[in-house]
């Protein structure tokens, strides 16, 4: 019922910079929370940044000052500057919401993106 699609993941140097970007299409009737996760290999899933309908925007303290969320409706943009080695990993879009006014909270995943920052 409701589609996430990711793009912009890549390959970059250290130091580097990249955009990703999160589509959600579908039956959406309301939008709890939209946010960025990552999993490195061998390594549990976690959040990296989360924009609640609330209005807040909480970051990984390993993120802070160097990505930005933003989102715009039920597009949802990652910035990523200053790029480490650290950062590689899948990227997954998340949404959490109702598609009905009357349907419980519902979570969404993307696709992934793969983000590879070499030393």
């Known amino acids: 019922q409701v589609q996430l699609v990711e793009s912009g993941g890549g390959l970059v140097q250290a130091g580097g910079s990249l955009r990703l970007s999160c589509v959600a299409s579908g039956r959406i009737f309301s939008i709890n929370s939209m946010g960025w996760y990552r999993q490195a290999p061998g390594k549990q899933r976690e959040l990296v940044a989360e924009?609640?309908?609330?209005?807040s925007t909480n970051y990984a303290d390993s993120v802070k000052s160097r990505f930005t969320l933003s989102r715009d409706n039920a597009n949802l943009y990652l910035q990523m500057n200053s790029l480490k080695p650290e950062d590689t990993a899948v990227y997954y879009c998340n949404v959490r919401c109702r598609v009905t006014a009357w349907s419980p909270v519902l979570e969404y995943w993307g696709q992934g993106s793969q983000v590879t920052v070499s030393s």
């Open positions: 924009s609640t309908t609330g209005g």
